[in-house]
């Protein structure tokens, strides 16, 4: 190019500035840019070679240059010229270019126009919800204040009674406390002997010493002074479980006792009556017990067999004397709330009106706290204790009504609500209900105590057993929606961004403002491929829909027909376009089969007691549930949910038994399921579900 | 003698292929023979000189190349293309129809070569 570039340094000065004008002005590409200069150039160059005198050359180029007429218009012509003399393909390129350019612009402005929508309030869920709950009663027949004021009044439970309560529960704790019982048993005369030998180490510990040690293992810590430079210098501890593993290994490979590897560090939101003061005024003072390790061994084997070796190996059943000893304080210290959660439970009806604190920025339904159903569910299963301490003591009147205390608050929580507050009304109602039975099969119960008994079962539900409401969830989501949507406009409104994340786990929750807005391209992106707010809303619809319908039938019509559910409605929406759902919307089709089995648990138990009863009138059980229906023992046949038929029924040689076939459908011929360690699990698959005799 | 820029910009086309016919030529000496060749009485003005150029080389009716003059100069050359004479031709039968036309109006005092 640059070669083909004339001399222009001959040329008067207007020429070089009008050429370089004329280039400018034509915004076109630089190689193009310079052939027009070179050709302009050379056309000047000849225009002008015949000129004399520089005056003449100035003249004739000031002549030339009015010639070629208006610089700007020229620049046009020759730009459209150019344009045109290009080859195809550099058209393609350059059209192909200039469309996407076009096309960023329009997202540009799209996006901008996207993110700056606003959510328009027109419906008050949280009123609307109010108004759905309140029922027209006085304001004496609410349980919900009593429940408030036990939740006030509670005092949970310390880690030891919390050991002893887990025991009579599946799970890992019972697992645990089986382990060190059978460990201390296999270990008992080693563990003797060696108690024997080094008992005076704990016994020249002072009195006073002694119970701050014993408090720390309330809190299942063994405390041990750290030692750094043959000073000692803070406190460390292992958990009282780990304690006893080495102390028995140790015992058994006849070595020297050693503090356990590793050792832990008190953790820092240890509870707050653990003695730390007392263990650091040790330090201070200097006042560590002389063979502190010794001595603190003893007491924890000690305390190991106390705790371990008395164990019951039922998980229902009498209370042993240990239990009682651990579990009754915490259940006195408890009397004060018990009372008012069994005054509560008596109430017709449980009203807790909900509402936003007026600092609370955000007004939507899903950001008002739920009630305190832990709270709630820990007062249940306190009462439950209170039952059985009860019933250790002789009271089982008492006993017995504070199981249908539990069972009746348990009604407060069910057919309204929450999806969370209706399962946690199953699962209360539950332990209710067997508590009741194990009760039954503990002791035997006079008829007028079983008439009382299947009267105030009977009282819990009079009409239908409430089963899974789905419209708090609804307006619960349709609030989203009104929050999270724009109001109008194509498809009635879209997604906003950033409005949606904090009801979900997308941002979490300690991102602040500023690092929020390194989602916000995220957010964007997402709510532009989500679906449309009308859209949304009806395919919400059809999917409540769909699970209150479903929620009626029970898992064998569900499990028979060939009617879509909503779990597999929401396999088949696009995650993309329908995230909000996917996040939002529960897999009912399980709820509502805990749900089911709350009925059954609430039947069955109704149905031993008509059993029962008329075993105590005829001495003999009944050839047929039928019997029981026809003479006026059971209302109703109790029917299998698994099955759609009666549960099944069968007399024993002294005994008789009452299960449902489960979740596999199947009549297993009343073998019950079981776990993976081969212990009975009530509603497993693998078998059926007895609900007499009690399995213990 | 200057005629209307309509008039012009309607022949100057034919002109300048006309005028290639005749053999390659750059932008200066075009000019130049268009004047030479009409007795002065065609002037294409420099401003409307090489936006025709380029644009009868956009539609490949002349093609243009850089050469070197005898005096070392470069140059851009003009030819005409096959494209271009089949165009002249065609152009040259309508203004001969045209000058026809024009003769009966004004009486058969027009005429083309």
Same mark, same amino acid.
């Given at each position: 190019?640059?070669?083909?570039?004339?001399?222009?340094?001959?040329?008067?000065?207007? %020429?070089?500035?009008?050429?370089?004008?004329?280039?400018?002005?034509?915004?076109?590409?630089?190689?193009?840019?310079?052939?027009?200069?070179?050709?302009?150039?050379?056309?000047?160059?000849?225009?002008?070679?015949?000129?004399?005198?520089?005056?003449?050359?100035?003249?004739?180029?000031?002549?030339?240059?009015?010639?070629?007429?208006?610089?700007?218009?020229?620049?046009?012509?020759?730009?459209?010229?150019?344009?045109?003399?290009?080859?195809?393909?550099?058209?393609?390129?350059?059209?192909?270019?200039?469309?996407?350019?076009?096309?960023?612009? !329009?997202?540009?402005?799209? %996006?901008?126009?996207?993110?700056?929508?606003?959510?328009?309030?027109?419906?008050?869920?949280?009123?609307?919800?109010?108004?759905?709950?309140?029922?027209?009663?006085?304001? #004496?027949?609410?349980?919900?204040?009593?429940?408030?004021?036990?939740?006030?009044?509670?005092?949970?439970?310390?880690?030891?009674?919390?050991?002893?309560?887990?025991?009579? @529960?599946?799970?890992?704790?019972?697992?645990?406390?089986?382990?060190?019982?059978?460990?201390?048993?296999?270990?008992?005369?080693?563990?003797?002997?060696?108690?024997?030998?080094?008992?005076?180490?704990?016994?020249?510990?002072?009195?006073? #010493?002694?119970?701050?040690?014993?408090? !720390?293992?309330? &809190?299942?810590?063994?405390?041990?002074?750290?030692?750094?430079?043959?000073?000692?210098?803070?406190?460390?501890?292992?958990?009282?479980?780990?304690?006893?593993?080495?102390?028995? @290994?140790?015992?058994?490979?006849?070595?020297?006792?050693?503090?356990?590897?590793?050792?832990?560090?008190?953790?820092?939101?240890?509870?707050?009556?653990?003695?730390?003061?007392?263990?650091?005024?040790?330090?201070?003072?200097?006042?560590?017990?002389?063979?502190?390790?010794?001595?603190?061994?003893?007491?924890?084997?000690?305390?190991?067999?106390?705790?371990?070796?008395?164990?019951?190996?039922?998980?229902?059943?009498?209370?042993?004397?240990?239990?009682?000893?651990?579990?009754?304080?915490?259940?006195?210290?408890?009397?004060?709330?018990?009372?008012?959660?069994?005054?509560?439970?008596?109430?017709?009806? !449980?009203?807790?009106?909900?509402?936003?604190?007026?600092?609370?920025?955000?007004?939507?339904?899903?950001?008002?706290?739920?009630?305190?159903?832990?709270?709630?569910?820990?007062?249940?299963?306190?009462?439950?204790?209170?039952?059985?301490?009860?019933?250790?003591?002789?009271?089982?009147?008492?006993?017995?009504?504070?199981?249908?205390?539990?069972? @009746?608050?348990?009604?407060?929580?069910?057919?309204?609500?929450?999806?969370?507050? #209706?399962?946690? +009304?199953?699962?209360?109602?539950?332990?209710?209900?067997?508590?009741?039975?194990?009760?039954?099969?503990?002791?035997?119960?006079?008829?007028?105590?079983?008439? @009382?008994?299947?009267?105030?079962?009977?009282?819990?539900?009079?009409?239908?057993?409430?089963?899974?409401?789905?419209?708090?969830?609804?307006?619960?989501?349709?609030?989203?929606?009104?929050?999270?949507?724009?109001?109008?406009?194509?498809?009635?409104?879209?997604?906003?961004?950033?409005?949606?994340?904090?009801?979900?786990?997308?941002?979490?929750?300690?991102?602040?403002?500023?690092?929020?807005?390194?989602?916000?391209?995220?957010?964007?992106?997402?709510?532009?491929?989500?679906?449309?707010?009308?859209?949304?809303?009806?395919?919400?619809?059809?999917?409540?829909?769909?699970?209150?319908?479903?929620?009626?039938?029970?898992?064998?019509?569900?499990?028979?027909?060939?009617?879509?559910?909503?779990?597999?409605? &929401?396999?088949?929406?696009?995650?993309?376009?329908?995230?909000?759902?996917?996040?939002?919307?529960?897999?009912?089709?399980?709820?509502?089969?805990?749900?089911?089995?709350?009925?059954?648990?609430?039947?069955?138990?109704?149905?031993?007691?008509?059993?029962?009863?008329?075993?105590?009138?005829?001495?003999?059980?009944?050839?047929?549930?039928?019997?029981?229906?026809?003479?006026?023992?059971?209302?109703?046949?109790?029917?299998?949910?698994?099955?759609?038929?009666?549960?099944?029924?069968?007399?024993?040689?002294?005994?008789?038994?009452?299960?449902?076939?489960?979740?596999?459908?199947?009549?297993?011929?009343?073998?019950?399921?079981?776990?993976?360690?081969?212990?009975?699990?009530?509603?497993?698959?693998?078998?059926?579900?007895?609900?007499?005799?009690?399995?213990? | 003698?200057?005629?209307?820029?309509?008039?012009?910009?309607?022949?100057?086309?034919?002109?300048?292929?006309?005028?290639?016919?005749?053999?390659?030529?750059? +932008? &200066?000496?075009?000019? #130049?023979?268009?004047?030479?060749?009409?007795?002065?009485?065609?002037?294409?003005?420099?401003?409307?000189? &090489?936006?025709?150029?380029?644009?009868?080389?956009?539609?490949?009716?002349?093609?243009?190349?850089?050469?070197?003059?005898?005096?070392?100069?470069?140059?851009?050359?003009?030819?005409?293309?096959?494209?271009?004479?089949?165009?002249?031709?065609?152009?040259?039968?309508?203004?001969?129809?045209?000058?026809?036309?024009?003769?009966?109006?004004?009486?058969?005092?027009?005429?083309?070569?």
């Amino acid at each position: 190019m640059s070669d083909r570039k004339s001399d222009s340094k001959s040329l008067p000065e207007c %020429v070089s500035e009008y050429v370089r004008r004329l280039l400018k002005k034509m915004r076109y590409r630089r190689k193009v840019r310079d052939d027009v200069e070179a050709e302009l150039t050379a056309h000047f160059e000849d225009e002008l070679k015949d000129c004399k005198t520089s005056e003449e050359k100035e003249q004739k180029a000031e002549q030339l240059i009015t010639d070629f007429g208006d610089i700007k218009l020229l620049a046009i012509l020759l730009r459209r010229a150019k344009k045109r003399c290009r080859p195809l393909w550099r058209t393609i390129i350059a059209r192909t270019f200039q469309v996407i350019g076009i096309l960023i612009v !329009c997202f540009i402005f799209y %996006v901008i126009w996207f993110s700056f929508g606003e959510p328009t309030i027109r419906v008050d869920y949280v009123k609307l919800l109010n108004r759905m709950n309140q029922p027209d009663i006085r304001e #004496q027949d609410n349980a919900w204040p009593h429940y408030e004021k036990a939740f006030e009044l509670y005092v949970p439970q310390s880690p030891v009674v919390k050991q002893y309560v887990s025991y009579r @529960r599946r799970g890992k704790a019972r697992q645990d406390a089986l382990r060190q019982k059978n460990l201390l048993l296999d270990n008992s005369r080693q563990i003797q002997a060696w108690l024997e030998n080094n008992k005076k180490y704990w016994d020249n510990v002072n009195p006073e #010493q002694q119970s701050v040690v014993l408090k !720390c293992f309330e &809190y299942d810590w063994v405390p041990f002074p750290k030692i750094v430079h043959q000073n000692y210098n803070d406190w460390q501890a292992t958990p009282f479980d780990r304690m006893t593993e080495h102390i028995i @290994r140790c015992i058994n490979e006849n070595t020297e006792l050693t503090e356990p590897h590793p050792r832990g560090i008190l953790p820092s939101n240890v509870h707050p009556e653990f003695p730390n003061d007392e263990l650091k005024e040790w330090l201070k003072q200097r006042k560590i017990p002389s063979n502190f390790l010794q001595a603190v061994s003893v007491a924890v084997l000690h305390e190991a067999v106390k705790r371990y070796s008395n164990l019951p190996e039922e998980m229902r059943g009498e209370l042993s004397d240990v239990e009682l000893e651990y579990i009754s304080p915490w259940v006195r210290q408890n009397e004060a709330a018990w009372q008012e959660f069994a005054a509560g439970s008596a109430r017709s009806y !449980c009203y807790r009106p909900i509402a936003h604190s007026a600092d609370d920025q955000d007004k939507s339904l899903w950001s008002i706290p739920m009630p305190p159903l832990s709270s709630f569910r820990d007062l249940a299963r306190m009462g439950i204790w209170h039952s059985r301490i009860e019933r250790a003591e002789g009271k089982l009147q008492q006993s017995i009504d504070d199981c249908l205390a539990v069972a @009746r608050s348990a009604c407060h929580w069910q057919g309204k609500g929450t999806i969370i507050e #209706q399962l946690v +009304g199953a699962s209360i109602s539950g332990l209710g209900h067997e508590e009741i039975l194990t009760i039954m099969a503990d002791r035997k119960l006079s008829n007028t105590e079983l008439n @009382r008994l299947y009267e105030q079962l009977f009282k819990i539900y009079p009409g239908d057993y409430p089963l899974l409401n789905m419209e708090g969830d609804r307006l619960m989501f349709m609030d989203v929606v009104q929050r999270s949507f724009t109001d109008g406009g194509p498809g009635g409104g879209h997604l906003i961004p950033g409005t949606w994340d904090h009801y979900t786990d997308l941002n979490p929750s300690d991102v602040d403002e500023t690092d929020k807005r390194i989602f916000m391209p995220l957010y964007t992106a997402v709510s532009m491929v989500h679906a449309r707010r009308d859209t949304t809303v009806a395919k919400a619809n059809e999917i409540y829909d769909l699970q209150i319908k479903n929620a009626k039938m029970t898992p064998y019509q569900r499990h028979v027909s060939d009617i879509k559910t909503a779990d597999e409605m &929401y396999e088949s929406l696009q995650n993309y376009r329908f995230f909000l759902l996917q996040i939002f919307m529960p897999a009912t089709a399980r709820i509502s089969e805990i749900i089911y089995r709350g009925k059954m648990g609430h039947e069955a138990t109704k149905t031993i007691i008509a059993i029962l009863q008329w075993r105590q009138e005829k001495d003999q059980y009944p050839a047929t549930l039928g019997d029981l229906v026809k003479t006026g023992f059971l209302e109703e046949l109790p029917m299998d949910v698994f099955s759609d038929k009666p549960l099944v029924y069968k007399k024993t040689d002294d005994d008789f038994i009452l299960y449902s076939v489960g979740p596999n459908f199947v009549d297993d011929g009343g073998e019950h399921g079981k776990d993976r360690n081969g212990n009975f699990r009530k509603w497993s698959d693998n078998g059926d579900t007895l609900f007499w005799p009690v399995i213990k | 003698m200057k005629f209307e820029s309509q008039l012009l910009k309607g022949v100057a086309p034919v002109v300048v292929l006309e005028i290639l016919s005749g053999g390659q030529m750059y +932008g &200066y000496e075009l000019s #130049q023979a268009i004047e030479q060749r009409s007795g002065e009485i065609l002037t294409l003005g420099k401003g409307t000189l &090489y936006p025709l150029l380029y644009n009868l080389e956009a539609k490949k009716l002349i093609k243009g190349k850089w050469e070197t003059a005898g005096t070392g100069r470069k140059r851009r050359y003009y030819s005409i293309t096959s494209n271009g004479k089949d165009e002249l031709a065609k152009q040259k039968a309508q203004l001969k129809e045209l000058t026809a036309g024009l003769n009966l109006v004004f009486g058969g005092t027009i005429s083309l070569a």
